[in-house]
């Protein structure tokens, strides 16, 4: 059932989590705001979440968490950076001179704690915080979500599953937002490999809320890291009208439905998806829709499909204005993708110059999380200029670490292809066995996996026994 009684003041305080607001159009706001964003939708009634975040500020100017969870969710979203958005830097000070000028109780105090950490790019610090709340307040479902998507960027599998189980007994059916703990759990458990498990939570969360569109995003990871695609795509065919309602996560559900189609060679109809929905979608502004634009280019590319240069100029206008942000690695690595794509070398020699600046002149987690990636971007830099003996002497010593740098593990996956095509087409002969020896790992850890197997009998077409 989809949550559409908003809780006023009293209604906060009875669940065990008082708002600091003697506004109750406020109280609801912010309750309209977590709904929505718990559940990747825009729901028209309160005019969907950009309308309803400014409601929620207007409401309640001195509302500290109305400014936590409208900051946030700026911080979430990955596509401003408080050092080049002096806007964005100013709203987080504000917030923080507010929290301090009024007697708010210690979980606002944190959620403030929090949300200015991660702004800050020290995500693992806020996710510390946000663990501290729910360790008295296991049902703050702002707290779980935000660390939900800290994890995710930091790449930290465990963490985002062990959260949400950790305070799933405290939850019930009657509390607001309950059904969509299955979906967030079953994406733990399948980016952990536990895909039995994950499936049930996930069908159990469709059963709860057949329009959860992480639910279903979560499914259709299960389907994929499992080589299932013809069940995937039968799955998202016949759900279709559930989880596009989801318009946050609806472009991403359909990269996954493409996924499907470049794992079963069927290009055409990959490119079709792109045409009519991702591309189209990465209009967003959305950092999420952006990123699946890119990869999705670079992934029929490698397949060896020329997917045109005017699809590519389209994303790189896209992605030109984040060249400085160097918020997340797995960001600038899309980007440089777009920009190697659409032959754009000076604007991929400024993303490269702007990042040894950035990692040169900042401090702290990110600065160190985008000095890790340096050899990453550097690769597929030399990829795109024929350099492929550089491109996999480069990332093949850091292969391991680019899980720390974010997004799930059929997001990287275009990493592990990435390195395998570099491999091939190097000039060293200990890079053809490295190449071997990658498609063995692939298949053996995906057997069904009808890519593996073409990009196997590529190998041993260029390179023989």
């Given at each position: ?14 669940s ?8 109750n ?10 709904t ?17 975040a ?49 007697p ?14 991660f ?37 930290q ?11 799933m007994?405290?939850w ?28 049930k939570y ?9 329009r ?28 279709i ?6 318009k ?14 470049i ?32 990869s ?6 490698l ?12 994303v ?5 204005p ?53 050899p990453?971007?550097e690769?597929l ?76 009998a ?8």
């Amino acid at each position: 059932m989809m949550h559409s009684h908003w809780r006023d003041c009293q209604e906060w305080r009875k669940s065990g989590l008082p708002l600091s607001t003697t506004s109750n159009e406020a109280a609801k706001l912010y309750d309209a705001l977590l709904t929505q964003y718990t559940g990747w939708y825009d729901d028209d009634s309160v005019g969907g979440m950009e309308k309803t975040a400014k409601g929620l500020l207007s409401a309640d100017p001195d509302f500290v968490m109305g400014r936590a969870i409208v900051n946030g969710l700026t911080a979430a979203g990955t596509a401003k950076s408080p050092l080049l958005d002096k806007q964005f830097s100013r709203e987080l000070d504000d917030m923080v001179k507010l929290a301090e000028s009024q007697p708010i109780t210690p979980r606002e105090k944190k959620h403030v704690e929090a949300v200015s950490l991660f702004s800050k790019g020290e995500l693992n610090k806020a996710t510390f915080v946000w663990e501290e709340i729910l360790l008295d307040h296991p049902t703050d479902m702002l707290a779980l979500k935000f660390a939900h998507d800290a994890y995710f960027y930091l790449g930290q599998a465990r963490q985002m599953r062990d959260s949400v189980a950790a305070v799933m007994p405290s939850w019930n059916a009657t509390i607001p937002l309950y059904g969509y703990l299955h979906g967030q759990l079953a994406f733990g458990l399948c980016e952990t490999d536990h895909w039995r498990e994950a499936e049930k939570y996930a069908r159990k969360g469709l059963e709860l809320i057949p329009r959860d569109g992480w639910a279903t995003h979560a499914l259709a990871h299960v389907m994929e890291m499992q080589g299932r695609p013809r069940e995937g795509v039968a799955f998202l065919s016949n759900t279709i009208d559930d989880w596009t309602t989801c318009k946050w996560i609806a472009c991403h559900n359909f990269w996954h439905w493409a996924l499907y189609h470049i794992e079963q060679g069927e290009h055409a109809a990959a490119l079709d998806i792109y045409d009519s929905e991702i591309g189209k979608r990465a209009n967003s502004g959305q950092m999420l829709d952006i990123v699946d634009a890119c990869s999705m280019l670079f992934r029929l590319e490698l397949e060896g499909v020329k997917v045109g240069q005017e699809r590519w100029d389209d994303v790189v206008e896209i992605v030109r204005p984040h060249v400085d942000d160097h918020l997340l690695v797995f960001n600038d690595s899309h980007f440089l993708m777009a920009f190697n794509g659409g032959k754009k070398k000076s604007y991929s020699d400024q993303l490269l110059e702007s990042l040894r600046n950035f990692v040169a002149n900042s401090e702290g987690a990110q600065r160190k999380r985008q000095q890790d990636g340096l050899p990453l971007l550097e690769s597929l830099a030399a990829y795109a200029e024929g350099r492929y003996a550089d491109a996999v002497d480069l990332i093949n010593p850091h292969r391991y670490d680019i899980e720390k740098f974010g997004g799930s593990n059929a997001q990287r996956d275009v990493f592990d292809q990435f390195l395998i095509h570099a491999a091939m087409k190097s000039d060293k002969p200990i890079h053809s066995k490295l190449a071997r020896s990658l498609l063995t790992q692939r298949k053996a850890y995906k057997p069904e996996s009808t890519l593996t197997d073409r990009l196997t009998a590529r190998m041993m077409a260029q390179h023989g026994d």
